[in-house]
């Protein structure tokens, strides 16, 4: 039931985009995106529920394709401070152990 | 403004020990999560906490034990350490009893090796 994340790792120049994909291959009832930096807790960045629905926040968005059953995070004019290792997490139902994270995509902005 | 508080961040077991990880949340959060970080894996549930006095078994409980001691505090306990144990422990809280579409904030992990 772990979603699958694409690409494993990324290296960006500042200022170039990126597109993390977070795929399931069963029906999601919502999707959290967090971002961890080395050595660091995961800190949470945003959560979209099922219905579609896109969300932002500063330069980092995501959207929520409930039919094709996976989300993509949108990083736009990186900057430095977005290094880290991205985790999706998708919900299958009600209940903790209905949230599986995925193993991550290594995201590397160098100047 | 602390958030969630683990002790202790670093820990060297022998095979055998036992131990007990704590975990103190101050955002008066009714759900608490302990999950372990293996390289390549990702993050996965050990064991969760919906509410003070109710425990529940996650992805994989075996080898640990868990403690809701109030509201803030949430234990992990490993009887008897094996290596396969070693791994990076985070505990994590959420606002609501019932956990789904609750962001989780999370502690700075404790880094448990086994000899």
């Known amino acids: 039931q772990q979603p699958v994340q694409s690409p494993q790792a990324v290296i960006l120049r500042e200022g170039e985009d990126a597109v993390i994909n977070c795929s399931s291959s069963?029906?999601?009832?919502?999707v959290h995106w967090y971002r961890q930096k080395h050595g660091e807790a995961p800190v949470f960045l945003m959560i979209l529920l099922k219905g579609g629905e896109q969300k932002g926040h500063d330069k980092i968005s995501a959207s929520f394709n409930e039919k094709k059953q996976q989300s993509s995070l949108y990083l736009t004019a990186s900057q430095l401070s977005y290094s880290g290792t991205y985790f999706c997490g998708t919900e299958y139902g009600t209940g903790a152990n209905n949230l599986f994270f995925g193993t991550g995509t290594r995201l590397t902005v160098i100047p | 403004n602390a958030g969630v508080t683990q002790t202790p961040k670093f820990q060297v077991l022998k095979t055998g020990q036992s131990m007990t990880l704590q975990c103190a949340q101050d955002m008066n959060h009714n759900s608490m999560y302990w999950y372990r970080q293996d390289p390549g894996m990702g993050l996965r549930l050990i064991y969760y906490?919906?509410?003070?006095?109710?425990?529940d078994k996650g992805e994989v409980p075996n080898g640990y034990n868990v403690s809701r001691l109030n509201k803030r505090e949430f234990s992990l306990r490993l009887e008897s350490a094996a290596p396969s144990q070693t791994s990076v422990y985070f505990c994590?809280?959420?606002?609501?009893?019932?956990?789904?579409?609750?962001?989780?904030?999370f502690g700075d992990g404790t880094r448990l090796s086994i000899l």
């Open positions: 906490s919906a509410s003070e006095g109710t425990t």
């Open positions: 994590a809280s959420s606002e609501g009893t019932l956990p789904r579409n609750q962001p989780q904030h």
């Open positions: 069963k029906a999601l009832y919502s």
